[in-house]
């Protein structure tokens, strides 16, 4: 299972729009406290658009318990990170993946981070920039996770229903 923990996120926009994707993904969020805003916050539901009610999401006091309550392969992102985001072996499905991003302000702090330096990555970019918006860097780095299984059950082509034009939508005239 893939897993995405935002460690005391800050930006309501940033955690609606991670929500959507862990919704689309069939990924697990998990939330470590303090919050920078309420879970009923107005800019968060706006930002996850009507899906949060499918959400798979669990809510932690602290790192410590975030830490009792899961097990598996943790990897920890960074701008400190020496390697990048494509350069781990994500693809067996049987394993629980953690992918674990820090608050926007300042990140993951150094003492988790040093726990794992082996498992610390970043996502390559220019100097003209300090970080990525989180949520762009959750959206690539599930993607890749996803790329490496092969996309794990998602669907390759739009449904046919009330909410979808369907498969052959371009088709059609």
């Given at each position: 299972?893939?897993?995405?923990?935002?460690?005391?996120?800050?930006?309501?926009?940033?955690?609606g729009n991670i929500m959507r994707t862990?919704?689309?993904?069939?990924?697990?969020?998990?939330?470590?406290?303090?919050?920078?805003?309420?879970?009923?916050?107005?800019?968060?539901?706006?930002?996850?658009?009507?899906?949060?009610?499918?959400?798979?999401?669990?809510?932690?006091?602290?790192?410590?318990?975030?830490?009792?309550?899961?097990?598996?392969?943790?990897?920890?992102?960074?701008?400190?990170?020496?390697?990048?985001?494509?350069?781990?072996?994500?693809?067996?499905?049987?394993?629980?993946?953690?992918?674990?991003?820090?608050?926007?302000?300042?990140?993951?702090?150094?003492?988790?981070?040093?726990?794992?330096?082996?498992?610390?990555?970043?996502?390559?970019?220019?100097?003209?920039?300090?970080?990525?918006?989180?949520?762009?860097?959750?959206?690539?780095?599930?993607?890749?996770?996803?790329?490496?299984?092969?996309?794990?059950?998602?669907?390759?082509?739009?449904?046919?229903d009330d909410m979808h034009k369907g498969?052959?939508?371009?088709?059609?005239d």
């Amino acid at each position: 299972m893939i897993n995405v923990v935002l460690y005391q996120p800050e930006i309501p926009g940033n955690t609606g729009n991670i929500m959507r994707t862990c919704v689309a993904t069939n990924t697990k969020l998990h939330l470590i406290k303090p919050l920078g805003f309420s879970i009923d916050d107005a800019k968060l539901k706006r930002s996850g658009v009507n899906y949060i009610d499918k959400l798979d999401y669990t809510v932690y006091e602290n790192y410590e318990e975030f830490k009792e309550k899961n097990q598996g392969d943790f990897y920890y992102f960074t701008r400190y990170g020496h390697k990048p985001h494509t350069s781990f072996d994500y693809s067996d499905n049987s394993k629980n993946i953690y992918l674990i991003f820090g608050k926007e302000s300042t990140g993951i702090p150094k003492e988790i981070l040093k726990e794992d330096l082996v498992h610390c990555m970043r996502i390559p970019m220019t100097a003209n920039v300090r970080a990525l918006n989180l949520s762009n860097c959750v959206a690539i780095c599930v993607y890749e996770v996803l790329r490496q299984q092969d996309y794990n059950n998602l669907l390759r082509d739009e449904p046919q229903d009330d909410m979808h034009k369907g498969n052959d939508y371009l088709e059609r005239d």
